[in-house]
C-alpha cells in the first residue's frame, strides 16, 4: 500500500523557516568533526514521560535501554540510528527513540554501533546483529527493529541477513518501520536528479562522501550495506515514510516496489513537502507527530498479531 500525505497549511511556514535555515548548509561535505553538532540537533527532540535511559551491553555492544513503567512483557524494539554511517550515537538519539519507544509501548535497545572511517564496513551491520541476537540471547520473544536514514538501511540489510540465518528459531522480526532509509549506496535513484533543488539537506557530493567513508572501496551494491540488492524473501511487514522532498525518495520506491513483488506486507507513506528525517522535528511540524503516531500504531499492531515469522501467540 502506498499513500501520500498532503502538506498541511499549518506546516507550511514551520517547513519553509526549516528549508531556510539548512540551506544555508547544503552541500557541505560532513566527516567525523561534524558529531557534536549532529547529536546536538537530535538532542533537541522533546523527552517522552516516563522514560528511563540505563547504559547498557546487549550481545557485546555498548548502548543504552530505553525502560517504559508499563511495557509488553517480552516485547522488545530495536532501534538503529542514522547519520550516514559517520555521524549520529545511541545517547543523542535516546530522547527521539524513547518517543517512538513510548508509543510502541516496548522496553527499547539503542546500540552504540561502530562508525566509519575508524570502522568501515561492514563493522555497522556486524554490530545491528550482533545487537539483534543479543535480544534473543536475553530471552525476547518479540521483537521490533526501527530506523532512520542510514539506520532505516541497516534495519532493512538487518532483516535480509536474519530472514536467512536457521538458528533464530521463531524469534525474528515481528515487524519494521523506516524513516527515509538509505537504500541504496550506489546512488542510482532517478530522485537524485528529481529532487536535487527540492531537498534542502543532501548534495549528491554529500551523500557520496558518506558512501565513500563507510564502503573505503568495497562494493556499493553489496546486499549488507545497500539494502535494495538483497533477497527480500520471508521478510515481516515493513512500514516505510518518506519524505517527498529529498534526494533518498527513490531509495524508498524502489525497495518497496521490490519487497512487493517478493510477496512482503509493505505500508510505504510519501510526506509532501518533508524533508529527510522529519520526524525528528516533533513539537514542531505535525507531519512529524502523525508519522510517529503511524509508526507506534503499525508496530503495536505487530507486536501483537501472529505472523509467519513470529509464532508467539498474540496478546489480550
Same mark, same amino acid.
Given at each position: 500500500m502506498m499513500t501520500t500525505q498532503s502538506l498541511s497549511p499549518e506546516d507550511a511556514? =514551520?517547513?519553509?523557516?526549516?528549508?531556510?535555515?539548512?540551506?544555508?548548509?547544503?552541500?557541505?561535505?560532513?566527516?567525523?568533526?561534524?558529531?557534536?553538532?549532529? !547529536?546536538?540537533? &537530535?538532542?533537541?527532540?522533546?523527552?517522552?514521560? !516516563?522514560?528511563? #535511559?540505563?547504559?547498557?551491553?546487549?550481545?557485546? #555492544? =555498548?548502548?543504552?535501554?530505553?525502560?517504559?513503567?508499563? @511495557?509488553?512483557?517480552?516485547?522488545?524494539?530495536? +532501534?538503529?540510528?542514522?547519520? /550516514? +554511517? %559517520?555521524?549520529?550515537?545511541?545517547?543523542?538519539?535516546?530522547? &527521539?527513540?524513547?518517543? #517512538?519507544?513510548?508509543?510502541? /509501548? @516496548? !522496553?527499547? &535497545?539503542?546500540?552504540? +554501533?561502530?562508525?566509519?572511517?575508524?570502522?568501515? &564496513?561492514?563493522?555497522? #551491520? !556486524?554490530?545491528? %546483529?550482533?545487537?539483534?541476537?543479543?535480544?534473543?540471547?536475553? /530471552?525476547?520473544e518479540r521483537i521490533v527493529v526501527v530506523g532512520d536514514s542510514a539506520g532505516g538501511g541497516l534495519t532493512l540489510s538487518l532483516l535480509s541477513i536474519l530472514a536467512a540465518d536457521k538458528t533464530l528459531g521463531a524469534v525474528r522480526p515481528a515487524g519494521a518501520a523506516v524513516m527515509s532509509p538509505w537504500t541504496d549506496l550506489a546512488l542510482t535513484g532517478a530522485s537524485f536528479e528529481t529532487r536535487a533543488e527540492a531537498d534542502p539537506i543532501f548534495t549528491r557530493g554529500v551523500l557520496q562522501a558518506f558512501a565513500d567513508m563507510y564502503l573505503q572501496g568495497r562494493d556499493a551494491t553489496n546486499p549488507k550495506a545497500s539494502p535494495l540488492y538483497a533477497e527480500l524473501n520471508s521478510l515481516p511487514p515493513i512500514r516505510i515514510d518518506v519524505g517527498d522532498d529529498e534526494l533518498l525518495l527513490t531509495d524508498s520506491v524502489r525497495y518497496a516496489d521490490r519487497a512487493r513483488a517478493a510477496g512482503i506486507e509493505v505500508t510505504l507513506s510519501i510526506w509532501e513537502g518533508m524533508p529527510h528525517v522529519f520526524q525528528s522535528s516533533l513539537g514542531h511540524v505535525l507531519a512529524a507527530s502523525h508519522s510517529v503516531d503511524a509508526i507506534g500504531a503499525f508496530l503495536r499492531q505487530r507486536l501483537t498479531d501472529v505472523s509467519p515469522s513470529n509464532n508467539t501467540p498474540s496478546e489480550a
Open positions: 511556514p =514551520a517547513v519553509a523557516a526549516m528549508r531556510q535555515a539548512a540551506s544555508a548548509h547544503k552541500g557541505e561535505k560532513l566527516g567525523p568533526e561534524a558529531r557534536p553538532m549532529f !547529536d546536538a540537533m &537530535f538532542a533537541a527532540t522533546p523527552a517522552a514521560a !516516563d522514560v528511563r #535511559i540505563e547504559p547498557a551491553t546487549v550481545g557485546g #555492544i =555498548a548502548g543504552f535501554w530505553l525502560r517504559l513503567p508499563n @511495557a509488553r512483557p517480552g516485547a522488545r524494539m530495536l +532501534y538503529l540510528h542514522g547519520g /550516514g +554511517y %559517520v555521524l549520529g550515537s545511541a545517547k543523542a538519539l535516546t530522547s &527521539f527513540a524513547g518517543q #517512538i519507544a513510548a508509543r510502541v /509501548g @516496548a !522496553d527499547t &535497545f539503542v546500540p552504540e +554501533y561502530r562508525l566509519a572511517p575508524e570502522h568501515p &564496513f561492514p563493522a555497522a #551491520i !556486524d554490530d545491528a %546483529v550482533a545487537a539483534y541476537r543479543g535480544l534473543v540471547a536475553e /530471552g525476547a
